[in-house]
T-cell receptor, first 113, second 111 residues
Framework: EAGVTQFPSHSVIEKGQTVTLRCDPI?????LYWYRRVMGKEIKFLLH????????ESGMPNNRFLAERTGGTYSTLKVQPAELEDSGVYFC???????????FGPGTRLTVL | GEDVEQSLFLSVREGDSSVINCTYT??????LYWYKQEPGAGLQLLTY?????DMKQDQRLTVLLNKKDKHLSLRIADTQTGDSAIYFC???????????FGSGTRLSIQP
């Protein structure tokens, strides 16, 4: 069974540009989470989808970040316009319904110059 | 301070035991976790412990939980070069809605 996959693995963009990160959860996992780790600090929660609905988006830093999960399968996280402080590693995780084990993807390393 | 705290670096000699410590402020979690991130790889769930347990052992790994002091530790026996990684202490928050992580401890192995 394939694990959580993320694309791209690395992205380097200039300040002011737009970047879209993609996460494909494990097939059948209704719960999908986005996290990010900035500058070697702690990994912080961004938001949680249950199927296509946003269950909790309390961790989204500001309105430059837009997450979608149309159809309840893969999810995208768009940053527009990107700022320097958005640099970091963005992780995606998924779980089956009503379980606590989150399976993480390899992350997307975003560098904003 | 941060909810989950851990030291940033640990260096041990190959074959010695490694002990990574973590403290947390909120004791409401049912599960506490240790995740491992190897270079270039994603987060791997290494082990977890229920909050009603004091200890869990799994081969070379021993997790100790002191609920009174809100202290969690991970001991790796006979540390090998393949154990080089960043280890994240974490706790669940409110019925799997999210996980609260520490900053990670980078474990380096000296020959």
């Amino acid at each position: 069974e394939a694990g959580v996959t993320q694309f791209p693995s690395h992205s380097v963009i200039e300040k002011g540009q737009t970047v879209t990160l993609r996460c494909d959860p494990i097939s059948g996992h209704d719960n999908l989470y986005w996290y990010r780790r900035v500058m070697g600090k702690e990994i912080k929660f961004l938001l949680h989808f249950v199927k296509e609905s946003k269950q909790d988006e309390s961790g989204m830093p500001n309105n430059r970040f837009l997450a979608e999960r149309t159809g309840g399968t893969y999810s995208t996280l768009k940053v527009q316009p990107a700022e320097l402080e958005d640099s970091g590693v963005y992780f995606c995780a998924s779980t089956p319904q009503y379980t606590d084990t989150q399976y993480f993807g390899p992350g997307t390393r975003l560098t904003v110059l | 301070g941060e909810d989950v705290e851990q030291s940033l670096f640990l260096s041990v000699r190959e074959g010695d035991s490694s002990v990574i410590n973590c403290t947390y402020t909120d004791s409401s979690s049912t599960y506490l976790y240790w995740y491992k991130q190897e270079p270039g790889a994603g987060l791997q769930l290494l082990t977890y412990i229920f909050s009603n347990m004091d200890m869990k052992q799994d081969q070379r790994l021993t997790v100790l939980l002191n609920k009174k002091d809100k202290h969690l530790s991970l001991r790796i026996a006979d540390t090998q070069t393949g154990d080089s990684a960043i280890y994240f202490c974490a706790r669940e928050y409110s019925n799997a809605s999210k996980i609260i992580f520490g900053s990670g401890t980078r474990l380096s192995i000296q020959p």
